[in-house]
């Protein structure tokens, strides 16, 4: 049915109806309990601080305080161009992926899509049956199976810290899963996923609890750019519905499209190396070495933020922290700018 509404749904409503059915007898209560202990082991802690001393405008912390949200959408949800159809509660959800548009990816193995004999945490519930992901996560589409084998490894180690999310996520995965994963998604073709623009002037933005997502405020508006970049939805409904079709807008300093480019074809004389030694002429991978072409602006950021203070670590990382340690937060903003302006293909 039509929805207006761009906030995120609660994935309880399905729980609340078996408390309610359950609620009554001795063997209900034990069930819930098991339930509810479930539930909870299969969670990872949302983060409620910024990790890794990283600015606060390249990761997703919730605001504390919160525009009041309308009743949560239940019933069916539909997406435009897909046959598919999902109960609200399973897209909002963290334990199956919804799959709007399979005939457009492999098959994929259960880690990705989770579900019956799957993920408690599903890849796709993230970083999308595509690949691409949210700004808070990955655009994961396209990478070489190695790097991201490795990348797993690492943050299974610890050498790549995120103990609020990827960590626990890796450390709970086994190899065989992670190298499943690493095949579908370098198998997928990333599509453009992310425009940018410069402006002196976004939307005004917060971030929700629910989903980490930066959306828009109600009332609308505008702020000062600042130093930051500031991404959201297109069309936030359709990325609450974890729509593979659906991208992103990021808005950047006037300007540092124009920098970012020197700072990645010449190095900025001397600050750092040309991207491509490592990354191809078109930036969109060699060898091992991932893409960075049309990568999210904000994930961009926080990797070459994460490898200047060391929570990045790693034997590959390594080659990256002469390269990144005299970059500014600005050079940084300018950089991921440029690179997020580029086609992925």
Known sequence: MPRSSIWLRANCACRLKLVVKLAGSCLGILLLASLLIAAAAAQVAQP??????????AYNIPDRVQPPNPSPATGMVHLPGSNKEYEAS????????????????????????????????????CHLMSGQGHPESA???GLPVEYFVRQMDYFKSG???DDGRMGPIARATSDGDVRAAAEY????????????????????????TAGRHRLPVPEGGTEPMGHRIVEVPEDPVRTIDRDPHSPFLAYVPPGSIAKGMKLVKAGGSGKTISCAICHGDDLKGLGEVPRIAG???VYIARQLICMQNGSSAGKAA????????NLSE????????????????
């Open 295 to 297: 990568l999210q602006p």
């Open 90 to 125: 399973e897209v909002s959800g963290n334990a199956e992926a919804p799959d709007w548009f399979p005939d457009e990816h492999g098959p994929a193995p259960g880690i990705v899509t989770g579900g019956a004999g799957g993920a408690a945490l599903a890849c796709g519930t």
């Open 318 to 325: 390594e080659l990256m922290k002469k390269e990144v340690a």
């Open 139 to 141: 655009d994961i589409a």
């Open 185 to 208: 998604f370098a198998a997928i073709k990333p599509i453009p996923w992310v425009r940018v623009i410069e402006t002196a002037t976004p939307p005004k933005t917060y971030v929700g």
């Open 48 to 57: 409620q601080a910024i990790p890794n001393g990283l600015p606060a405008w």
């Open 330 to 345: 600005d050079d940084i903003i300018d950089i991921s700018a440029y690179l997020g302006s580029l086609p992925p293909q």
């Open 159 to 161: 050498a790549r810290k």
